[in-house]
């Protein structure tokens, strides 16, 4: 049997980043039940980093965060892992009240936000349909993800540490041996003094199998479609295309168009698969905002997003049993949060501080703590 310091249940970005930033001071092993690494929800994410947008302080997570983007340590990735994309903001006449208010908002966050007119926004995002666009606005300040690369820059360096990544293994039948859990897995039992779960959609369900009260993550699952652009539309320097209270949204993927009516439909935690209606509405958005014709979906996909009863991560030991460890609830942001979100996760584990950066933007951790949804 084979000891370690910590087992993380979960191979999906939550499991690998706390894996990379924990394994240079404890023994892990992280176990994931599917045949490859991050095949959920981090392997069907829209991969988009943004600062704003979102919660306050999934926001401060991101701004955290970006410095590890911006320059990760030597050796981390071969390539960037943010590439800048851009984004308009649009809205049709029924919304141009609400898009008065965004903008006056966003604008005075950041000074690099630009209105545009109508005539400006088709300059910029050529596949506009005019008779759509009533008011428009360009943020700089939305990148790609480089995700496969920053996935395999967690593991290359979880594993110079000593990590032990175990695939393709359920966990079955955790019990206790003294002050330790034992797990049979695929290569054989191993035992662990704490559990992290990681288990993204699965988190209640894991939770329950070491005896730990759920606290209410529930998988959402989410659509999205791709199709060819017109010719002529070059998908390298189109910027992404948001409605502006998110009833969809758009991205260049692949040389192609992705479509996502942004839905986030509770559903149980599965190999979920896209909905022929959610697929219907993605292609609707396509034809209503832009003048691409949607002759064929090329692919169609769905993936899940775990949300917290109040939206955001849970981050810590159970009161229950100081031997377990939450690392749940990322929601559609677990991505662009992970740089953060694996530090602080690993700092909680060797019993640590908080990083020095969670104190200089006056993010408050213990907003995270598990204890805010215990029963």
Not at 275 to 304: L, N, Q
């Amino acid at each position: 049997m084979q000891d370690y310091d910590v087992a993380i249940i979960g191979g999906g970005i939550a499991g690998l980043s706390l894996a990379y930033f924990l394994a240079p001071h404890r023994s892990v092993v992280v176990i994931e039940r599917e045949e490859g690494l991050g095949y959920h929800s981090t392997g069907r994410s829209a991969a988009e980093f943004v600062l704003r947008y979102n919660a306050p302080e999934v926001c401060a997570l991101a701004a955290i965060s970006k410095g590890f983007f911006d320059n990760p340590p030597e050796g981390f990735s071969e390539v960037a892992l943010l590439k800048q994309r851009g984004g308009v903001m649009i809205a049709n006449a029924e919304k141009v009240a609400r898009f008065e208010e965004v903008f006056a908002a966003e604008s005075r966050a950041n000074a690099e936000i630009e209105r545009l007119t109508v005539d400006e926004a088709i300059a910029r995002v050529p596949i506009l349909r005019r008779d759509y666009v009533a008011a428009a606005y360009y943020d700089p300040q939305f990148w790609d993800i480089e995700v496969e690369n920053l996935l395999q820059g967690y593991v290359r360096g979880a594993r110079r540490h000593g990590a032990v990544i175990i695939e393709r293994s359920d966990v079955l039948a955790p019990r206790r041996n003294g002050d330790r859990w034992v797990l049979a897995t695929s290569a054989g039992e191993v035992s662990a003094k704490t559990i992290v779960n990681a288990a993204g959609g699965w988190a209640d369900p894991v939770a329950q199998s070491f005896g730990v009260a759920p606290i209410g993550i529930v998988p959402h699952r989410r659509t999205a479609i791709t199709v060819d652009l017109p010719e002529g539309i070059d998908a390298l320097t189109l910027p992404e295309i948001n409605e502006i209270d998110e009833d969809f949204y758009m991205k260049p993927e692949g040389g192609r168009l992705l479509s996502s009516p942004a839905d986030a439909t509770p559903c149980d935690p599965t190999d979920v698969q896209p909905e022929e209606i959610d697929v219907a509405w993605a292609a609707h958005y396509v034809e209503e905002a832009t003048t691409v014709p949607v002759r064929r979906i090329f692919k169609s996909w769905a993936g899940m997003r775990s949300f917290s009863p109040d939206k955001l991560p849970v981050i810590g030991f159970a009161r229950e049993r100081p031997d377990f460890f939450w690392l749940a609830g990322q929601g559609g942001y677990g991505i662009l949060t992970s740089p953060a979100l694996g530090a602080f996760a690993a700092s909680l584990l060797v019993g640590a501080p908080a990083p020095e950066a969670f104190e200089a933007i006056g993010l408050d951790a213990v907003k995270f703590s598990p204890a805010r949804l215990e029963r």
